[in-house]
């Protein structure tokens, strides 16, 4: 777990609201695939989708909706679980950057840019958060530790939900009648696309919970070590102590 010690009533709150925004998630699976075809607004309010998204705007084109309801549709699916990761990131730090990072310690490097150029390279990284190749929750969480305030970060992170939608809303517009019969087909054949993605997202999710748990031991064996070496070196110097004092 993120937290060192025995949990506080804050840490087990902020750990169960991330655990139920991904069973949130999960439980919209099997409905994203056929709600894409005939309701993709409704389904931009739900997770904010990129496809949803595309899908509500070539909606638009072909005269089904308009195009500022698909843009605003956008912003409560993409911001609605936000800022709990800016919460972990104040309650845990360090701990909870190096358990989102993975194998790539992505998350490191950027507490390493925040540590050389101050706080400010945090509003821009919340901004441009959704075109970065990393999961965003990284850049909240490092956001929560560099000391950013909840209200700056809610209003950037609108800013950068507007760019995002903004952009998939006109390339759904560009594509138009083509992107509609994509997403009604995808609607057409939505239980076996649920089940595939359910599939493929229950492998990585294993694959993620192994690495998490490996990374967690591997820090608890550290701070073991460490103690033990501090112990060590305690002992050591009240024995050389001893010795002088003796001679």
């Known amino acids: 777990m993120p937290w060192a010690g025995k949990p506080r009533r804050v840490d087990i709150l902020c750990w169960a609201a991330i655990t139920l925004s991904g069973i949130y998630y999960w439980a919209l699976l099997p409905f994203r695939a056929s709600l894409l075809g005939t309701h993709p607004v409704v ?9 949803a998204i595309v899908a509500a705007a070539a909606f638009a084109r072909v005269g089904h909706g308009l195009l500022i309801v698909a843009l605003l549709a956008a912003i409560p ?3 609605i679980f936000d800022p709990l990761y800016w919460w972990a990131g104040r309650l845990w730090g360090e701990r909870v950057i190096a358990l989102l990072s993975g194998r790539r310690n992505r998350g490191t ?16 990284a919340v901004v441009i958060s959704p075109f970065l190749p990393i999961p965003n929750a990284i850049i909240f969480v490092i956001a929560g530790w560099a000391g950013m305030r ?3 970060f809610i209003i950037l992170d609108l800013i950068g939900s507007l760019l995002w939608a903004g952009m998939l809303v006109g390339l ?13 087909t995808i609607s057409h054949y939505g239980l076996w696309i649920s089940i595939a993605l359910i599939a493929v997202i229950v492998v990585a999710q294993v694959r993620s919970q192994r690495h998490m748990m490996r990374t967690v031991s591997a ?3 550290a701070e ?24």
Do not use: I
Not at 224 to 247: E, L
């Open 219 to 221: 820090q608890r064996g």
């Open 43 to 51: 389904s931009e309010l739900l997770n904010g989708s990129t496809e």
């Open 109 to 124: 490097k950027y507490m390493a840019r925040v540590q050389r150029w101050g706080r400010k390279f945090t509003w821009p």
């Open 150 to 152: 909840l209200v700056t």
């Open 172 to 184: 759904g517009y560009e594509l138009g009648h083509h992107a509609v019969v994509v997403a009604q």
């Open 77 to 79: 699916g993409l911001m």
């Open 224 to 247: 073991v070590r460490a103690a033990s070496q501090g112990s060590a070196d305690a002992a050591s110097a009240g024995q050389g102590g001893d010795d002088t004092a003796a001679g």
